[in-house]
């Protein structure tokens, strides 16, 4: 704080109403809305409070601390209107309350949140305790604490296998948001309120608290600033953190509650209050007076008063032990005796024009202390107004962050240079990316990207140890440093995988030359541990403007050129080609086209008939997924399969197929024959696929028995031999049927078939569509027959498109085909036709 001007203090500072904060995502449902269907909605729409309106009317309110409410052990609960579960009483706030004063009412009442109504008592939005933190200007608040000052209370830990209804008990009765779920051999994770509103939108109340608990739990040290844990939860858009001592073990859990209530975010405001309280006291007792003094005096931060002069009134012990002036030496004087002269005079002008439009100002500032060092101080000034409203006072508090500044400047080293090589980072990188691109865009010249990464370096971490991998990283590092000229950049961004930044060109064959002596840098082994290991190295590079107009994109060529290199053999370059990011960006669109559909339920399901070989009578369909995209056409299964099971999506494929197959059978869709429905390993070996399909059938109230199960020979994987035989036991056990589709394609043992539960084996269409002429595949064909009749097992032909086969088959004991012979996978409203057909003219396809 300096000298102050002399000026005129205008009077229209006004604090934050909340609503200009509120969030005006506000979602409604009627009161008889089931709990699942409103748990659902909540998910969609992520929010964590639904309000049941009838009408007009707001009758109450649900949030996710609700959740803890309901009796998970009783599956049926979830089906019951909101109405039995809300919360009448909806506290409400008029939308021109102070900031402050909402966040006053949510600490008294021990609420998360407040209905913002307009003056007619209409519903305007939802005050969080996320919307205050965001809003209010605590910044300094938050980074002189540390998080272990927020935790008042051991967090609650809970086995895996605790039952989820004993788990929420538990959470009730300790009247807590979360808990810390403990697994055997794994690292903990955390059940949130939150979670248990995704339990009750997808129906899963009979399952233990390992079933639902989220991965990873993000953990802080106890020493870290309230400020890195906020920005961190905004990160990962969490509501609670780990806290952690310095023997890591795990004391606490964080939430914005707690930080709310923690953190003296009113600090400056009171101390306003207590000043104009002190003249109050004049005038009626001099025990408000001592409180005062009290408050300033217990500070640990500096704090000074001064009149609208800047001439100091008051000092408390701290600003003393700060500054090194005594009371008596700067009650008097103006501020300017602590002013460093580093800071011009617009900064000043900036200051003091803030603080009068807004009636505070708090930011970073160098002064000086007796003693004539300067020092950097965080400097927060606020405007008393007397009675009248003008501004008859200024509070300044203050604290020396020089400690914080030295951290600062280590963080920004560490930030910006990799710890390993002392080669540049990637953040670091890009920056420096970024200037070349806009020196090369003003002076019109070229400029290029390599991206390196290093052959088969793996295996030296593999072979001897992470300690020797990083040995060889270093030395890779001094390498390329010798080889690059003077201004082009060297960056290690992760891992193995170097870039190097040749911010002007003038030739491309420049490029060729560099990118051998990078080559040739790696013709001497490495020694490691007494021993010599060759390293080679695969290079990208990418051209400006030719291949890229922005960082990311020559980035991300370079990279693709890099991969083209390893294809081609590895230790050698490549040029950035435009067909190369073709086919990338080909791949991405039907990763966006699959993602897309499978959220907008656009998969159809077609259907193909199976029929007696005998007198062509219907005995059951195979339910076959089938995706056209209005831009990419009708995509092949064999295309989408296999991409679904690399994103992780074939659970959600198989769900909607295996939902729409049931809701077809509800509805009276299909003939009452079996119907098959594809399994991929994916599918088979999640831990919760037997709880999802049981869930399905019993939701449309489907038999068992109706639904046949078609796994490939490739999920009977010998080493998982016995877990997948409890599986299919179980599964057969339900009264489901069990089908190896593709036999003979794979590799499964004929000892461990005999042991599987199987009603079905369908000989590949492989196999079947040369016969009969085929002696070979008519000898395999005949074989499997023998054998599964052996087994006591049913056979299907797949892929019968003639007569010729049909008869083959008929003759050598197969009993049941399915092909072009007799229909395509159909629609289920050519299926109908095709059904309607086959009953007017049996035999007639």
């Known amino acids: 704080m300096s000298a102050v001007p002399t000026f005129s203090i205008p009077n229209n500072y006004q604090e934050p109403k909340v609503a200009e904060l509120a969030s005006r995502n506000l979602v409604t449902c009627p009161p008889d809305m089931p709990l699942q269907q409103v748990a659902a909605l909540m998910r969609s729409h ?85 919307d205050i933190l965001r809003q209010q200007r605590i910044e300094f608040y938050l980074k002189l604490r540390d998080v272990g000052s927020s935790i008042n209370k051991r967090p609650l830990f809970l086995s895996a296998t605790l039952p989820l209804a004993d788990g929420v008990r538990a959470m009730q009765v300790h009247q807590v948001d979360a808990a810390i779920i403990e697994f055997t051999g794994k690292p903990p994770g955390i059940i949130t309120e939150r979670d248990l509103v995704t339990v009750i939108a997808k129906e899963q109340g009979e399952v233990n608290l390992g079933d639902v608990a989220v991965h990873p739990l993000v953990t802080v040290h106890k020493d870290c600033s309230l400020l890195q844990a906020v920005d961190l939860l905004k990160e990962i858009k969490f509501r609670h953190l780990a806290v952690c001592d310095d023997q890591e073990r795990l004391i606490g859990l964080l939430s914005f509650s707690d930080i709310l209530s923690n953190v003296e975010h009113l600090y400056v405001e009171q101390l306003k209050q207590a000043l104009e309280a002190r003249d109050a006291a004049l005038r009626t007792s001099t025990d408000y007076l001592r409180l005062a003094q009290k408050v300033i005096d217990a500070s640990l931060h500096g704090i000074m008063i001064t009149d609208v002069h800047g001439v100091i009134e008051s000092v408390n012990p701290s600003f003393t032990l700060l500054t090194g002036y005594a009371p008596e030496e700067a009650i008097g004087r103006r501020t300017d005796l602590l002013k460093s002269g580093l800071h011009d005079k617009s900064f000043y002008q900036s200051l003091w024009q803030t603080l009068l439009s807004q009636g505070h100002w708090q930011g970073e500032i160098w002064n000086k202390r007796k003693d004539g060092q300067i020092y950097p101080q965080w400097l927060s000034i606020t405007a008393i107004r007397g009675e009248n409203g003008e501004i008859s006072q200024f509070a300044g508090i203050f604290s020396d962050i020089s400690e914080r500044k030295q951290h600062e400047k280590q963080i920004h080293q560490l930030a910006y240079i990799d710890e390993l090589t002392g080669l540049a980072n990637r953040r670091m990188f890009m920056d420096r990316l970024q200037l070349a691109i806009a020196n090369a865009h003003r002076h019109h010249h070229k400029m290029a990207v390599m991206f390196l990464d290093l052959d088969l370096f793996k295996r030296i971490n593999d072979t001897l140890g992470h300690q020797a991998g990083d040995q060889a990283l270093s030395e890779v590092a001094r390498r390329l440093k010798q080889t690059v000229r003077e201004g082009e950049s060297v960056a290690r961004i992760g891992g193995d995988e170097f870039t190097i930044l040749i911010p002007e060109i003038e030739q491309v064959e420049q490029l060729d030359t560099l990118a051998r002596r990078l080559v040739a840098q790696f013709e001497d082994p490495i020694r490691l541990k007494d021993q010599d290991f060759f390293l080679t190295t695969s290079i990208g590079i990418s051209l400006y403007p030719k291949d890229g107009q922005c960082a990311e994109q020559l980035i991300k060529h370079a990279d693709l050129a890099m991969y083209e290199a390893k294809g081609g053999g590895r230790n050698q370059y490549c040029f950035y080609q435009s067909h190369t990011g073709q086919q990338t960006a080909d791949e991405l669109k039907m990763e966006q086209g699959l993602r897309l559909a499978l959220q907008q339920r656009r998969l159809q399901v077609h259907y193909q008939p199976k029929v007696s070989l005998c007198d062509n009578a219907l005995v059951g369909l195979e339910a076959l997924v089938r995706w056209h995209d209005s831009e990419l056409g009708q995509v092949s299964p064999a295309e989408f399969i296999p991409l679904a099971e690399k994103l992780g999506l074939i659970g959600i494929l198989g769900d909607q197929v295996l939902s729409q197959v049931c809701k077809d059978m509800q509805q009276g869709k299909l003939s009452d024959v079996p119907v098959s429905v594809n399994v991929s390993s994916v599918q088979l070996t999640a831990p919760d696929f037997c709880q999802r399909l049981c869930a399905t059938l019993d939701h449309y109230a489907i038999p068992p028995e109706r639904i046949e199960l078609e796994i490939t020979e490739s999920c009977l994987i010998p080493e998982e031999a016995d877990s997948t035989l409890r599986l299919l036991t179980k599964l057969r056990n339900i009264g489901l049927r069990l089908s190896i589709d593709d036999f003979g394609t794979g590799y499964s043992s004929l000892a461990y078939l005999r042991r599987l539960p199987l009603d079905t084996l369908k000989i590949d269409r492989c196999f079947i569509k040369e016969l009969p002429d085929n002696g070979e595949d008519g000898q395999i064909a005949q074989a499997i027959l023998a054998m599964a009749k052996a087994l006591n097992l049913q056979v299907v032909a797949e892929g019968v498109e003639n007569e010729a086969q049909c008869q083959f088959l008929r003759q050598a004991g197969c009993t049941i085909g399915q092909g072009y012979l007799y229909a395509k996978p159909l629609s289920i409203e050519a299926l109908s036709q095709w059904l309607k057909d086959k009953t007017t003219c049996q035999g007639c396809y």
């Open 46 to 130: 992520h929010v964590s409070c639904i309000l049941i309106k009838q009408g007009h009317d707001i009758l109450g309110i649900w949030s996710e601390g609700d959740a803890k409410k309901i009796d998970y052990r009783d599956t049926h609960s979830f089906e019951r209107p909101i109405k039995d579960f809300m919360t009448p009483s909806v506290i409400h706030i008029d939308q021109d309350m102070g900031l402050n004063d909402a966040a006053g009412l949510m600490l008294q009442k021990r609420i998360r949140r407040l209905l913002v109504v307009d003056k007619q008592k209409r519903p305007l939005g939802i005050l969080t305790q996320t």
